[in-house]
């Protein structure tokens, strides 16, 4: 298990931790490992009722370690982020997530798949796939102009606007929205003890049953979306953008026809 990834049990409750602040709780290659495994094995245990996954009080993640993805990229179904993020989707149990300040990339996308989402007010939300020259992943492209419309989801996805707790809530992505970060890891917590005193088995057919009338076609599109992704990995403007960011510059797209 990697040490970025804390798993702690208090009950019928796994908590996945991610834990490497100094990097914003960038997400390694690692870490996906981790929490792929992690899930994997709670899916098969069934004294795990509850998953919550969750940073700190000021940091959920700031999404994939864009230094990892320029010396070990995703390259199809078996790297460690289709695992986890395949994990999550098909996770029969709830899951909970806790989100306090940045939560970008997949920080963001993998809140789609959760149910009980508990946000800050003030966290920092945003989906810059196009801007690293990369391309919405795991269902966004399907799941947001979903729930918010084409228009607004464009906003997200291809122009990348970053939004606040306030707005993930006021758009139906956070189903609750807290004072702070403090108040969002607590009430995250009570949220998922609460799942605890409910029947597991009806919980789970009724998860099920939410997602029936679109899960065919969103694992399509999850597939669709993963093979356009691990191409664009490759492609010159996305070298470019990912080496901006570890040379702490703009990206120049001027060259690009
Ligand atoms: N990948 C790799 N390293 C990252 C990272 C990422 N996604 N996000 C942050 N870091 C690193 C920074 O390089 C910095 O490292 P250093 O201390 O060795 O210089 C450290 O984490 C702290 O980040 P910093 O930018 O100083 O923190 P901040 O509070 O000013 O800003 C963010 C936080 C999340 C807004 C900002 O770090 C950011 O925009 N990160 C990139 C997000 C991104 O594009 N993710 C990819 C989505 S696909």
Same mark, same amino acid.
């Given at each position: 298990?990697? %040490?970025?990834?804390?798993?702690e049990?208090?009950?019928?409750?796994?908590t996945?931790?991610?834990?490497?602040? =100094?990097?914003?709780?960038?997400l390694?290659?690692?870490?996906?490992? $981790? @929490?792929?495994d992690?899930?994997?094995?709670? %899916?098969?245990?069934?004294?795990?009722?509850?998953?919550?996954?969750?940073g700190? #009080? =000021?940091?959920f993640?700031?999404?994939?370690?864009?230094?990892?993805?320029?010396?070990?990229?995703?390259? $199809?179904?078996? &790297?460690?982020?289709?695992?986890?993020?395949?994990?999550l989707m098909?996770?029969?149990?709830?899951?909970?997530?806790?989100?306090?300040?940045?939560a970008?990339?997949?920080g963001?996308?993998?809140?789609?798949?959760?149910d009980l989402?508990?946000?800050?007010r003030?966290a920092?939300l945003?989906?810059?796939?196009?801007?690293l020259?990369?391309?919405?992943?795991?269902?966004?492209s399907?799941?947001?102009?979903r729930?918010?419309?084409?228009a607004r989801?464009?906003?997200?996805?291809?122009?990348?606007?970053?939004?606040?707790? %306030?707005?993930? $809530?006021?758009?139906?992505?956070?189903?609750e929205? @807290?004072? =702070? $970060?403090?108040?969002?890891? %607590?009430?995250?917590?009570? #949220?998922?003890?609460e799942?605890?005193s409910? #029947?597991?088995?009806?919980?789970?057919?009724s998860? /099920?049953?939410?997602?029936?009338?679109?899960?065919?076609?969103?694992?399509?599109?999850?597939?669709?979306e993963? =093979?356009?992704?691990?191409? /664009?990995?490759?492609?010159?403007? #996305?070298?470019?953008?990912? &080496?901006a960011?570890?040379?702490?510059?703009?990206?120049?797209? &001027?060259?690009?026809?």
């Open positions: 298990m990697s %040490e970025h990834i804390l798993v049990r208090e009950q019928g409750l796994l996945l931790r991610l834990n490497r602040l =100094d990097k914003k709780n960038a390694t290659a690692a870490m996906y490992a $981790g @929490l792929a992690a899930l994997e094995a709670a %899916e098969g245990d069934s004294s795990v009722r509850v998953v919550m996954i969750a700190s #009080a =000021d940091c993640t700031a999404g994939n370690d864009i230094v990892d993805f320029l010396e070990q990229p995703p390259t $199809g179904p078996d &790297s460690p982020v289709f695992r986890f993020m395949r994990a098909d996770f029969s149990k709830p899951v909970v997530a806790a989100v306090a300040g940045p970008v990339g997949i963001t996308t993998l809140l789609l798949h959760c989402v508990c946000v800050s003030d920092k945003k989906m810059p796939f196009v801007n020259a990369l391309c919405p992943e795991f269902g966004s399907y799941l947001l102009p729930l918010l419309g084409h989801a464009a906003q997200l996805l291809l122009r990348g606007d970053g939004f606040t707790g %306030e707005q993930a $809530g006021a758009w139906g992505i956070a189903g929205v @807290l004072a =702070d $970060g403090a108040a969002t890891l %607590e009430r995250a917590r009570q #949220a998922a003890q799942l605890l409910l #029947a597991p088995s009806a919980l789970a057919v998860k /099920r049953l939410m997602k029936a009338p679109y899960i065919d076609e969103l694992r399509r599109v999850v597939r669709e993963g =093979d356009v992704f691990v191409g /664009r990995l490759s492609t010159p403007e #996305a070298i470019e953008a990912l &080496s960011f570890t040379q702490r510059r703009q990206p120049d797209f &001027s060259k690009f026809i």
